[in-house]
């Protein structure tokens, strides 16, 4: 047991601490290296899977999808939370690459809000989300807070190299440390058109597999999972 804030509420706690949150990039970026350097992947790095015990003190908890070397050439159990996953990736991706997209769409995000803090309403980021969504990285050239995140000063090329990194195949996502340094970025064009002014959730991606309530069968085969269920209540016993 750990105790703490998950990373999602020490962020809104502290979105107006620019020095708090930047002390907290590096930890991230130390603790991508560590996991790195031991060929190791949490495979859900999200808000509510890292426990911030201070800025430079960083625990991860529920290790359901972690890889090992010893893992290597088997599937993935699970996928991650979407919110913080490229669009591509399957359940066949599964070796220390998996943390890499998730890592780098954390640092952006605490980089704008360090810049713009009001993002974090404007946004409604939270446990689920960090200012994008999994609607935002299948198609950032039309995403409103692609848009919004571009217009921050300072932050149009990172956010450039961020969403060429979604467009492209889960195999070309760069090295955490590589995006950092703006190496080995794909070359894919991006124009942000979309409009910042509009609602950022007008779209909707559920963050659980989607489920068919009249598939009674269906349903009891994920039994334990979270899930989302479309359906309509008919009966109540």
Known sequence: WVEGPTLAAYTSDHRHDASALQALRASLRALAAHLRKHGIAHGDIQPTNLIVRGPTDLRLIDYDGMFVPQLAGRASAELGQRNFQHPERRACHFDANLDRFSFTLIDLALDA?????????????????????????????????????????????????????CRSPYDEVPDFEDFLAARNIPVVPIEFSGDASQSLRDRYVSIHDVVDASNFARCCTRVGDQVELIGRIVRIV
């Open 113 to 165: 809000i360090c810049r713009h803090p009001g993002l974090w309403e404007q946004t409604d980021s939270g446990a689920d989300a960090f200012i994008l969504r999994a609607v935002d990285f299948a198609d950032p050239a039309n995403s409103p807070a692609f848009r919004l995140l571009a217009s921050v000063p300072g932050l149009e090329p990172r956010v450039t190299h961020f969403a060429a990194s």
